[in-house]
């Protein structure tokens, strides 16, 4: 691949993810204006926070060994037989889909208790009924994430990267025009329109590339063995995730209203600068990586490599100043309005200056994960990712008195950066070839 092809991705990428962030960003904030950070706005977040933790383990699986895997067999066999296994794939998730939307929705009670204990009465009544009106979003999620790792595979960028417009497409007509979002329930049947609108957004691009479907669940041993070998690590790590979240997520649900909804906020304003610049850039390298992998080009993988510890350290540095320094001013210009009040903008921007200390390190776990997946290495990430959460959760109970939500967001950050620097180590050991010495002095530059 050159650079000029990777350059022109990203700038795709980019480009996608900087309207689409912009409109997500107009998205929260109308939702903000509506209903401000209350009870209602926790339960719709809670139910959310449920049907996402829900897919992100079959989520993470599919972003980690389905491109290695379908760039694997087109490199030993052929294309055909690479849309056999996909197919094979993409029938085990609709069976997963299927019984996934059932737990959810006969289970929600008890899910509702496990994620928030702190809710009591009518807020947990709600947050019951959103989560079973949310369970068919599962197969939007899915096959919106099986989909765009297929694309990719093909090196196809464009598609997946304007799903996140799509979705606020139909967001914006559904809450503007039709004005179904009056209610917080109205609210949760656009968000699941939205969201299986992604995975119908994506077929005809399937079409364009060749791809037939076919009725099949038979996958060949080889390929079955090495996907379980990958899968039990993430599966570990995506458990030791959730314990994780429900820590926070218990712990946030004693403090005041509106923290829950709060920390939301702080999180999607980060993962937008992350998604639209670092992810756009590890998503465009992941499927390059894993070829020069697979081809053993030493040379290629330390490049890349490296541009992508250059690339996270030239844009979150800069991005991590400004943002602490503006924190309460961003926070009220995207926010503060109707509903969303001067105190809701007060605890939002608080959260806002201890959560980005951490980005870097979140933008850095990013690319080095994908360079760990590209090398069929998903146990060293699933270690990384117990030490993380474990400094998160010691220092979630220690500061969570003294500093209340700030301790949560501020752990969050200790427990990022922590796990970050235990990684770097890690990479050393399993490619020699890579300047820790330039990293650093690159990073003292900027």
Known sequence: MSDSKLAKTSVLIIAFGLISKFMALVRQSSIGAIYGQSGNTDAYMVAMKIIIISTTMLGVILNTTLIPLLTEIQNEEDKKKSDIFFNSVLNWVLLISFFTGFIIYFFAPQLVKITALGYKGEQFELAVNLVRLASPMVFGLNFAFLFGNYLQSEKIFGPYAATGIIYNLIFFFAFFILKVGNSIRGLMIITICATVSQAIFLIPFLRNVGYEYKPTLKIKKRYRNEIFILIIPIILGEIIQLVNVLVNQNLASFLEKGVISALDNVNKLNNAILSIFIAAFTTAIFPYLSDAFSKSDRKKIVEMLDLGVITVFLITLPATIMIMSLSTPIIKLIFERNQFTPENTVIT??????YTIG????????????????????????????VTVLFEVI????????????????????????????????????????????????????
């Not at 921007?349 to 201890?354: I, R």
């Not at 980005?359 to 998903?378: E, I, N, Q, V």
Request: no cysteine; hydrophobic share 50%; charged share 15%.
């Open 349 to 354: 921007a608080g959260a806002l200056y201890y």
């Open 359 to 386: 980005m870097s390190a979140m933008a850095m776990r990013m690319h080095l994960y994908k360079a760990y997946f590209s090398f069929h290495d998903t146990k060293t990430p699933m270690l990384n990712g117990a």
């Open 395 to 446: 220092f979630s109970l220690l500061l969570i008195k003294p500093m209340g939500y700030k301790g949560l967001a501020l752990a969050y950050s200790i427990g990022m950066t922590s796990g970050v620097l235990i990684m770097f180590v890690k990479l050393k050991k399993k490619v020699p070839e890579i300047n820790v010495r330039k990293y650093m002095i690159n990073f003292l530059k900027i």
